[in-house]
T-cell receptor, first 115, second 115 residues
Framework: AQSVTQLDSQVPVFEEAPVELRCNYS??????LFWYVQYPNQGLQLLLK??????LVKGINGFEAEFNKSQTSFHLRKPSVHISDTAEYFC?????????????FGAGTRLFVKA | NAGVTQTPKFRVLKTGQSMTLLCAQD?????MYWYRQDPGMGLRLIHY???????AKGEVPDGYNVSRLKKQNFLLGLESAAPSQTSVYFC??????????????FGQGTRLTVV
């Protein structure tokens, strides 16, 4: 079985400050890891993903995340946030189960960027 | 390109009524998923399918049934709706490329209210 924990339900931050949204996962098999963003009343948009190779992955809108296998973490970072980054962010883990690839999401982190 | 299309977008049901949510994708993806999104709980996997004619249970399958008679369609059924099924429902389809790259595509969601 796999699980995902997003450690912060809400993160307030001032514009142009750096931000880190934390994600930990557990799985007994190899995983693929994803971060999605959801703007109000919209669906989910892929920010970035880790499949294999380099542990530092870069995504859209200036976001990046680092896969840490020993700490089973996949934290999302941005060096300087904008007001437009205000949204809810979801970490997801995908792993092969007996029924096929199952993708599980964390509970989400709401990022508030203040002027 | 339509991508992943969910119908209907909004629906209000009375307790005990039944309905079917339709998810259609035109990308020839093998994997399809149904999630529900509730405040503070992120997306929870209801059922998923790894190909035409197959279905598997996710995290919260009780009260729902699914069918994948055609590759492009994944139907989610509520036989006897309950207020606890008030939620926003998201469908996703997923493709894995030959190089192992994989990505999920989400519909815009169906907002269901059970009164």
């Amino acid at each position: 079985a796999q699980s995902v924990t997003q450690l912060d339900s809400q993160v307030p931050v001032f514009e142009e400050a750096p931000v880190e949204l934390r994600c930990n996962y557990s799985s007994s098999v190899s995983v693929y890891l994803f971060w999605y963003v959801q703007y109000p009343n919209q669906g989910l948009q892929l920010l970035l993903k880790y499949l294999s190779g380099s542990t530092l992955v870069k995504g859209i809108n200036g976001f990046e995340a680092e896969f840490n296998k020993s700490q089973t973490s996949f934290h999302l970072r941005k060096p300087s946030v904008h007001i437009s980054d205000t949204a809810e962010y979801f970490c997801a883990v995908s792993a092969l189960n007996t029924g096929g690839f199952k993708t599980i999401f964390g509970a989400g982190t709401r990022l508030f960027v203040k002027a | 390109n339509a991508g992943v299309t969910q119908t209907p977008k909004f629906r209000v049901l009375k307790t005990g009524q039944s309905m079917t949510l339709l998810c259609a994708q035109d990308m020839n993806h093998e994997y399809m998923y149904w999630y529900r999104q509730d405040p503070g709980m992120g997306l929870r996997l209801i059922h998923y399918s790894v190909g035409e004619g197959t279905t598997a249970k996710g995290e919260v399958p009780d009260g729902y049934n699914v069918s994948r008679l055609k590759k492009q369609n994944f139907l989610l059924g509520l036989e006897s709706a309950a207020p606890s099924q008030t939620s926003v429902y998201f469908c996703a389809s997923r493709y894995t490329y030959r190089d192992g790259n994989t990505e999920a595509f989400f519909g815009q969601g169906t907002r269901l209210t059970v009164v």
